[in-house]
């Protein structure tokens, strides 16, 4: 009886100890990016590998997104007779939802769990010590120029990505389906606030970025040091990243969109 | 030259975003109407606005003059108080012109349609629009309806 009570506690002392750890890191993580711009170079090297290498994924997924969105509006919009609407519903489901969200959920899935990866090879095969030994602290060598490249590049991808989503439903919609182009743009320029809708797109994707660069490097900074632990730390980034990502999109949407 | 590749492809990467966030601002949203942000303020009283909301388009003869800028509930008469600011360029708006509140389509959004009057002097900064209609609402016309044919009975 004692001992499941003293698993328990060893079980919610171990989370807090994790959530403790975390949010210190974080702080270590944040106090380094000053010293980022007099070594900018370092996060351009870094913008490459999170950004420029997951363009490619963006492109194609929000092709396809918009391309879906716009066949399944349409089908449903048919029957109301309001097919000149697909505009509005496409461009307002992807900026204001999928095109963040979906977007982090990929950036996690390509990005993040590199990141982790990266940073959990480094600390089993003791780069990272190696490095402190030189009187070089890793945090601001390593893990900040990371960190800074993630929460740049995630609100320029899903941009991107919002805005591949509607010329594909775009092509769709007009190419395919026959909806008038002019009903398409003018419907959709009418209904779609640059503050209210494309603005907070921007402002969830940078939270995004923030969470997931976060959850990323530092899981992979907290890694058991072996294969199997750099195994499961990388499962760990895309899993807390998706519920993360989730859960706050509920509450950025509640928040931004709640009252009306 | 590895930096200087990797360097070139950031570059197109950042002004990839940027210029999708360009197109989103531009192309997708209505981002430019706040160019004519400039604009006077003037003032109608409405018995019922339906469902008007702030930044309702404000139409003349169907072209757009301005927007529903703020709705308020007026302490004194209990009519709703809709602030419409139209643009700077349409300054030789008619004082006695008439303000009613439409619905685009059957289901559609709602708007105010400005008539123009005949009066020589023009609508300035917070002037008020006496010659209000208010909005339909489907609900009361169906009661009206109902009501005057059963009356006939």
Same mark, same amino acid.
């Given at each position: 009886?004692?001992?499941?009570?003293?698993?328990?506690?060893?079980?919610?002392?171990?989370?807090?100890?994790?959530?403790?750890?975390?949010?210190?890191?974080?702080?270590?993580?944040?106090?380094?990016?000053?010293?980022?711009?007099?070594?900018?170079?370092?996060?351009?090297?870094?913008?490459?590998?999170?950004?420029?290498?997951?363009?490619?994924?963006?492109?194609?997924?929000?092709?396809?997104?918009?391309?879906?969105?716009?066949?399944?509006?349409?089908? /449903?919009?048919?029957?109301?007779?309001?097919?000149?609407?697909?505009?509005?519903?496409?461009?307002?489901?992807?900026?204001?939802?999928?095109?963040?969200?979906?977007?982090?959920?990929?950036?996690?899935?390509?990005?993040?769990?590199?990141?982790?990866?990266?940073?959990?090879?480094?600390?089993?095969?003791?780069?990272?010590?190696? =490095?402190?030994m030189m009187a070089v602290d890793p945090i601001r060598r390593i893990i900040a120029p990371r960190f800074l490249a993630?929460?740049?590049?995630?609100?320029?991808?899903?941009?991107?990505?919002?805005?591949? @989503?509607?010329?594909?439903?775009?092509?769709?919609?007009?190419?395919?389906?026959?909806?008038?182009?002019?009903?398409?743009?003018?419907?959709?320029?009418?209904?779609?606030?640059?503050?209210?809708?494309?603005?907070?797109?921007?402002?969830?994707?940078?939270?995004?970025?923030?969470?997931?660069?976060?959850?990323?490097?530092?899981? @992979?900074?907290?890694?058991?040091?072996?294969?199997?632990?750099?195994?499961?730390?990388?499962?760990?980034?895309?899993?807390?990243?998706?519920?993360?990502?989730?859960?706050?999109?509920?509450?950025? /949407?509640?928040? =931004?969109?709640?009252?009306? | 030259?590895? #930096?200087? #590749?990797?360097?070139?492809?950031?570059?197109?990467?950042?002004?990839?975003?940027?210029?999708?966030?360009?197109?989103?601002?531009?192309?997708?949203?209505?981002?430019?109407?706040?160019?004519?942000?400039?604009?006077? &303020?003037?003032?109608?009283?409405?018995?019922?606005?339906?469902?008007?909301?702030?930044?309702?388009?404000?139409?003349?003869?169907?072209?757009?003059?301005?927007?529903?800028?703020?709705?308020?509930?007026?302490?004194?008469?209990?009519?709703?108080?809709?602030?419409?600011?139209?643009?700077?360029?349409?300054?030789?708006?008619?004082?006695?012109?008439?303000?009613?509140?439409?619905?685009?389509?059957?289901?559609?959004?709602?708007?105010?349609?400005?008539?123009?009057?005949?009066?020589?002097?023009?609508?300035? &900064?917070?002037?008020?629009?006496?010659?209000?209609?208010?909005?339909?609402?489907?609900?009361?016309?169906?009661? &009206?309806?109902?009501?005057?044919?059963?009356?006939?009975?």
């Open positions: 009886m004692i001992e499941v009570i003293q698993n328990l506690g060893r079980w919610g002392l171990g989370h807090i100890e994790w959530l403790g750890r975390g949010n210190i890191f974080l702080f270590r993580v944040l106090g380094g990016l000053p010293s980022l711009f007099l070594r900018f170079p370092l996060v351009i090297q870094q913008l490459h590998s999170v950004g420029v290498l997951s363009l490619m994924l963006i492109l194609i997924a929000g092709l396809f997104v918009g391309m879906v969105l716009g066949l399944q509006g349409y089908n /449903t919009l048919v029957d109301f007779g309001a097919e000149e609407s697909l505009g509005v519903m496409v461009s307002l489901s992807l900026v204001r939802e999928l095109g963040p969200v979906v977007c982090a959920l990929l950036f996690a899935g390509r990005a993040g769990s590199a990141l982790t990866a990266e940073i959990g090879l480094m600390k089993s095969t003791e780069q990272l010590s190696g =490095m402190e993630g929460i740049i590049s995630m609100p320029l991808l899903a941009a991107v990505f919002s805005a591949v @989503g509607i010329m594909g439903g775009f092509l769709v919609g007009h190419g395919l389906l026959g909806v008038d182009d002019g009903a398409f743009w003018s419907q959709m320029q009418v209904k779609t606030d640059w503050y209210d809708d494309v603005l907070n797109g921007v402002i969830k994707s940078v939270v995004f970025g923030f969470v997931v660069s976060w959850i990323a490097l530092f899981e @992979g900074y907290d890694a058991t040091p072996t294969s199997e632990g750099i195994g499961r730390a990388t499962t760990r980034t895309v899993v807390h990243s998706a519920f993360a990502i989730l859960g706050l999109d509920f509450v950025l /949407t509640a928040l =931004m969109f709640g009252e009306e | 030259m590895q #930096s200087k #590749s990797t360097e070139i492809t950031v570059g197109i990467f950042v002004a990839v975003g940027i210029a999708a966030l360009f197109v989103l601002a531009m192309k997708v949203s209505n981002f430019t109407e706040f160019n004519d942000e400039e604009g006077y &303020q003037v003032v109608a009283e409405f018995e019922n606005i339906g469902g008007l909301k702030v930044r309702s388009p404000v139409t003349m003869a169907g072209v757009r003059v301005g927007r529903v800028s703020d709705i308020s509930l007026s302490s004194e008469t209990y009519n709703a108080k809709v602030t419409l600011t139209l643009y700077g360029k349409f300054n030789t708006i008619p004082t006695d012109t008439a303000a009613s509140i439409y619905t685009a389509g059957l289901l559609g959004e709602q708007y105010i349609g400005l008539e123009a009057g005949a009066e020589d002097d023009y609508l300035q &900064q917070d002037d008020i629009i006496d010659l209000t209609q208010p909005a339909l609402v489907l609900e009361k016309m169906i009661g &009206q309806f109902l009501f005057s044919k059963t009356e006939g009975e």
